[in-house]
């Protein structure tokens, strides 16, 4: 596959659940190409990709496949002119993304992170919380091999896996090892969605007393935890 493709396609992976770009859009974060180019790659390589998040520049979705990407966009509470139920075009002002400025470092360069992997003890619960948390980021899910998963972005995977080699013992994210996960999450406002919708994760808000800047006055982001004890920090651009 050409540099250019797995560049779009890398973008495509970031949309997060509930939100639409245009073809253009993704041309202009990139600074090469246009609508056109971007639409040749989603209609070669996108199948692997959410595909129903790349749209027409009105807010329609992709040419000939209307009725599955409004179920796609119902499913996910896509926002849509006339409301999800009697909408065929994506409200954009309420849910266009803004793609994240595309970084010099591309993926898989020396030095970069290749993948991380949580051994966890409930593998349903792992997929109920981190599912949901990372499909809303952007990640889709890859492989399922019943006590584990994997969940990817661009050429970054997260691995899920409860394997007869975990040990007993509950996660302590403050004994020494991991602490958190801290992830890109988009803009302020993707940050309050995130906060919002939390509980149907599993996820509770920590040092709400201090949200959104429990990290210093100029650090917004959110820090949750699961039912397991595993804590993320959700940090706005």
Not at 139 to 168: F, M
């Given at each position: ?54 749209i ?31 909408g ?24 970069a ?34 006590h ?13 896996e ?40 599993g ?35």
């Amino acid at each position: 596959m050409e540099d250019y493709a797995q560049r779009v396609l890398e973008i495509v992976a970031r949309i997060p659940s509930g939100r639409v770009v245009a073809y253009g859009d993704i041309a202009r974060a990139l600074g090469e190409g246009g609508a056109r180019n971007v639409g040749t790659v989603m209609s070669r390589y996108g199948s692997d990709v959410p595909w129903w998040r790349v749209i027409r520049a009105d807010g329609r979705p992709p040419q000939g496949h209307e009725a599955v990407a409004v179920e796609h966009w119902r499913a996910e509470g896509t926002p849509m002119v006339r409301g999800l139920l009697d909408g065929g075009r994506a409200d954009l002002t309420a849910a266009r993304w803004a793609i994240p400025s595309v970084g010099e470092q591309p993926p898989g360069q020396r030095g970069a992170l290749h993948h991380v992997e949580l051994w966890v003890a409930d593998i349903a619960a792992a997929k109920r919380s981190w599912g949901w948390l990372l499909g809303r980021l952007g990640y889709r899910l890859g492989d399922d091999w019943g006590h584990g998963q994997a969940w990817e972005l661009g050429s970054l995977y997260i691995v899920l896996e409860s394997g007869p080699d975990v040990a007993a013992g509950a996660h302590e994210r403050r004994r020494a090892g991991l602490n958190h996960l801290a992830f890109h999450a988009g803009s302020r406002e993707d940050v309050e969605e995130l906060v919002a919708a939390r509980a149907e994760g599993g996820w509770e808000l920590m040092f709400a007393d201090r949200h959104p800047f429990a990290g210093g006055p100029d650090h917004y982001a959110a820090y949750l935890e699961n039912d397991a004890g595993f804590e993320v920090e959700l940090v706005a651009e």
